[in-house]
């Protein structure tokens, strides 16, 4: 299990166009070879934050300009899920083809089940969307019911939802069952569509899924024998950019714990994706790498979470 960190799409100082997205998905997959090399079947996670946010924002547009219908968070998770997925197919099927790799890449829109009693509905936090004066976002409130907190950095009121904990991966079998044929499957995207289960129906909320917890959910569920975090450093570091600063290079589920609980690592940054790495290898997982990309054609690559 991969799950691709936001710069597979996005990199610090770029638009975001559909050629700047394309090119930076094609190089994170060229950097999977390693993997594919050695007849890895894989199952890619990804994120959607900035794409989810620029839906949202020609959605509130379209609202304003020409009175359209501006759609929910699992709309627009679905939305960006599948704009993201073809992506990955068109980067994947790229890299296949220059190395000669027959294999087929297979994109799930997936829904991920979220307890209607999770404590974080209680208490959003997650921001998401347009800034507003307080007046507007005090309108929204109240036409719709959604909160609205001050950004702390002054820029205007946003809209905050819930990040509930993944519990159910819809058609998780299907995903196993397309891997272990030697299909690459890309599959909850953006942390999945969250949705709660009632009467065995199921129903879109407003909620953001945390995309490493749903990638290790998924690796779990698929009995994945290893599972790499992606992002933007080689490894995970202690007082990073501080004096002490110091790589971790392999460390047991207690050592991680024990660094989460002495806040070595941020929120909303590394802290997410150490306690992703923790979840796969206490459920079953050999062990959980969080590393940058580009190193993963080098053995012992990144920092590694085991046993």
């Not at 050629?19 to 594919?36: R, W």
């Not at 219908?69 to 998770?77: N, R, S």
Request: net charge neutral.
């Amino acid at each position: 299990m991969v799950a691709f960190g936001g710069n597979a799409l996005l990199r610090s100082g770029q638009k975001g166009t559909y050629q700047e997205q394309l090119a930076n998905v094609e190089q994170t997959c060229e950097q999977l070879y390693p993997l594919l090399k050695r007849g890895y079947n894989i199952v890619i996670g990804h994120g959607n934050g900035p794409q989810v946010g620029n839906v949202m924002l020609q959605h509130e547009a379209g609202r304003k300009l020409f009175n359209v219908q501006a759609m929910p968070m699992d709309f627009c998770g679905a939305e960006t899920q599948g704009s993201i997925a073809y992506l990955i197919e068109q980067g994947m099927n790229r890299v296949m083809v220059r190395h000669g790799i027959e294999r087929r890449v297979v994109s799930l829109v997936t829904q991920v089940v979220v307890g209607a009693d999770d404590p974080m509905f209680a208490n959003p936090t997650k921001p998401v969307g347009p800034y507003y004066p307080k007046e507007e976002a005090e309108r929204l409130h109240a036409e719709t019911g959604a909160i609205y907190r001050e950004d702390p950095k002054g820029n205007g009121w946003r809209k905050v939802v819930a990040s509930p904990k993944p519990l159910k991966i819809n058609n998780i079998d299907i995903v196993k069952q397309l891997a272990d044929a030697g299909n690459v499957v890309v599959t909850v995207g953006g942390g999945g569509i969250p949705v709660v289960e009632k009467d065995g129906l199921l129903s879109g909320v407003e909620a953001v899924i945390d995309k490493d917890l749903a990638s290790a959910l998924c690796a779990t569920l698929i009995g994945a024998d290893e599972f790499y975090i992606l992002t933007d450093v080689p490894k995970v570091y202690l007082n990073f950019r501080k004096p002490g600063e110091r790589a971790l290079d392999v460390i047991t589920v207690a050592e991680a714990k024990q660094y989460l609980a002495e806040g070595h690592f941020t929120e909303g940054s590394m802290a997410p994706k150490v306690r992703a790495g923790i979840l796969f290898v206490e459920n079953g997982g050999k062990e959980s790498v969080i590393t940058e990309a580009g190193q993963l054609s080098g053995e012992g690559c990144g920092t590694r979470i085991i046993r």
